[in-house]
């Protein structure tokens, strides 16, 4: 069965902030029309406002397209300025840490597209956190073990 479904009547279930409240309000298109191996978003980053934390992740690929708008790509360290029209790659698995700052005037308006990865692991390096996505375990890379070994033998 094909769903089909327009963006301006999205139900407010799919809706992340749905009265727009904060800087970022996202519509899960995606999750909306059942997709079970991609995810299709579009962001709404208000000016001043981040999309997400600084970020990557270890399996899963994403693609972005600048709709409306303009500001600046956060992406392995550095920073490069985004307008309407520009498209984004990020690779799976090569730990590309990315984020959109809208440091414009007007909304950001980002389309967001991607693989879903059952066992995507997020590395925050701004804040030297692992998140484990599927498993909802959050760890500090700063308390990691010293001298432990996989070798059962030693």
Known sequence: MKKILNIDNMPREHIDDPNFQSKMQT????????????YVNIDYVKPGG????????SKQEEFFLIMQGS???RMNGEEVSIKTGDVISKPAGQEIAHQFI????????????????KDDIATYPDENV???????????????????TSDPNS
Request: with cysteine; net charge positive; glycine share 12%.
């Open 71 to 73: 500001g600046l790509l």
């Open 27 to 38: 519509l899960l298109i995606g999750n909306a029309l059942g997709c079970e191996k991609i």
């Open 50 to 57: 981040k999309s997400v934390k600084y970020h990557s992740h």
């Open 130 to 148: 692992v998140f484990i996505r599927n498993k909802g375990l959050v760890f500090d890379i700063k308390d990691s073990m010293t001298g432990w």
């Open 102 to 117: 809208n440091n414009g005037s007007e909304i950001l308006q980002i389309l967001d597209a991607g693989t879903r990865e």
